[in-house]
């Protein structure tokens, strides 16, 4: 099978490799249709994250189930299934909260090194029932692959934020994450949404979807048009320590910062005494993915919650390369990069 390797910094290529095995009994084995590329995949495109040696990258897939062990209970070869970014052993009472990050055995990442990447043609998942949910009916195959991470991780941002019904909430970051979670933060209650990006076409894009756009860094001018208080919530879907300074700066005495930008190995001068002072509540969150769908799911299939316009651009597998130029270079013209295996 073919899959996508990364062996330094803009260093990838298709590579071809053994099939995978079932994973245990437990096990399925997903012939991937479709995946996404996400920004966390380009923090080792761009070498913010060091790799020991080279890893099959992506995280995001839907597919057709190929093979199933003798345990698996809740998809059945032949049937569409999504695939959970997050994974965990399934049989944990963490992992029966539906939150792999609370997994007793430690939450895994596809694509990260352990287990197998999603930009492939097959893909190995362990503890089949509880990473893979049958596609319903209702749900496009763009849907399904943001529910497995980017959509999963907007909309743990926003419920995260402590957004206060007609509040105002401040989103840094205008990618996928940040989309999802300007359009989750509106569906939760927010009033008003300050997006926040440094690409134009970014903005553009976030204020047709009904938010106020604001230049970053944006503390300054969210602090003028809030009439000196500060956005109720503000949701970082950059992470870095700009992104978070701008964030606390942004925030109103008593509100909410919530992180979900992929923070750099390095530590963070977090201005302890201003926090304390102002109390701020400080959150990060690695998306509860499986716990998501049962909010998510009926939202998209009521069509009155969409996420529409976040896949740019569409190619086949084979073109990888150009998907990760694409991808790392962040115009205001493309926000996410869908492959077809
Ligand atoms: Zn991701
Ligand atoms: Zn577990």
Known sequence: MRTVVIDGPRSVRLETRPDPALPGPD????????????????????????????????HEAVGTVVDAGPHVRTVQVGEQV?????????????CATRDPVTCSAGLQIFGSGVLGGAQ?????????????????????TEQALLLT????????????????????????GLGAVGLCALRSALAQGAATVFAVDRVGGRLERAAAWGATPVMAPAAEAIIAATGGRGADSVIDAVGTDASLIDAINAVRPAGTVSVVGLHDLQPFPLPVLPCLLRSITLRMTTAPVQRTWAELIPLLASGRFDVDGIFTARMPLAEAVTGYAIAGARSGEQVKVLLTP
Not at 120 to 140: E, G, M, N, R, Y
Not at 157 to 169: E, Q
């Open 120 to 140: 492939a043609d097959l893909l190995a998942v362990p503890a089949a029932d509880f990473q893979l949910l049958k596609i319903p009916d209702q749900i496009s």
């Open 27 to 58: 096990g399925a084995i997903v012939a991937v249709t479709a995946a996404g590329i996400c920004g966390s995949d380009l923090h080792f495109y761009e070498g913010e994250i060091p790799i020991p040696g080279p890893v099959a990258l992506g």
């Open 82 to 94: 999504m695939v959970s970014s997050v994974a965990g052993c399934g049989a944990c009472p963490g």
């Open 149 to 172: 991470d980017n959509l999963a991780t907007g909309w743990a941002a926003a419920r995260r934020a402590d957004i206060p019904f007609g509040g105002t909430v401040a989103v840094i």
